[in-house]
T-cell receptor, first 110, second 115 residues
């Protein structure tokens, strides 16, 4: 059974803070993704990684960076959080087709 | 990425009725079309997918149809039940460059099944 976990379910931060969201998968998947989910906008890809230390921008990378130091772990970093980054953040991993999602982190930036 | 449009944004049906959600895509080279279901407070999960070499695929009460000429695919749920209430997302492969399993998702459809 594939398991994708995220470090927090709920997070409240202040504007300007540096925020780390972590995602871990236990199925040795090469590819990992970070999405943000907003009502009416679906799931929008922020960044993805296809191997350790390899990353590429998705559709909405502005204001975010990522880190993949180990195959099982993919981190999303908000260098200086802003209120417009309040959202649900979902991590996913895939061996090729089906994507397996984490439970999500509801981030509120005050 | 790929441009995926999903309609309707909300759908309300009575238990036992059918529900249809439609998606259009822009890249004619796309060849894999999954549908994900996200129940309230839960993570999205794959419920059915179709590849471009078939026109229809069924799994019990759900089916997906694909029209490559018109570049649209649809999710059909028959004999709906309250537990079908969820947000449904369609998706298509990322257009341009190596896919690496990247998907572009539709905007989502909130399906409500009234008992």
């Amino acid at each position: 059974d594939v398991k994708v976990t995220q470090s927090s379910r709920y997070l409240v931060k202040r504007t300007g803070e540096k925020v780390f969201l972590e995602c871990v998968q236990d199925m040795d998947h090469e590819n990992m993704f970070w999405y943000r989910q907003d009502p009416g906008l679906g799931l929008r890809l922020i960044y993805f990684s296809y191997d350790v230390k390899m990353k590429e921008k998705g559709d909405i990378p502005e204001g975010y960076s990522v880190s993949r130091e180990k195959k099982e772990r993919f981190s999303l970093i908000l260098e200086s959080a802003s209120t417009n980054q309040t959202s649900m953040y979902l991590c996913a991993s895939t061996p090729g087709d089906e994507q397996f999602f984490g439970p999500g982190t509801r981030l509120t930036v005050l | 990425g790929e441009n995926v449009e999903q309609h309707p944004s909300t759908l309300s049906v009575q238990e036992g009725d059918s529900a249809v959600i439609k998606c259009t895509y822009s890249d004619s080279a796309s060849n894999y079309f999954p549908w994900y279901k996200q129940e309230l407070g839960k993570r999205p999960q794959l419920i059915i997918d179709i590849r471009s070499n078939v026109g229809e695929k069924k799994d019990q009460r759900i089916a997906v149809t694909l029209n490559k000429t018109a570049k649209h695919f649809s999710l059909h749920i028959t004999e709906t039940q309250p537990e079908d209430s969820a947000v449904y997302f369609c998706a298509a492969p990322w257009a341009g460059g190596t896919s690496y399993g990247k998907l572009t998702f539709g905007q989502g459809t909130i399906l409500t099944v009234h008992p």
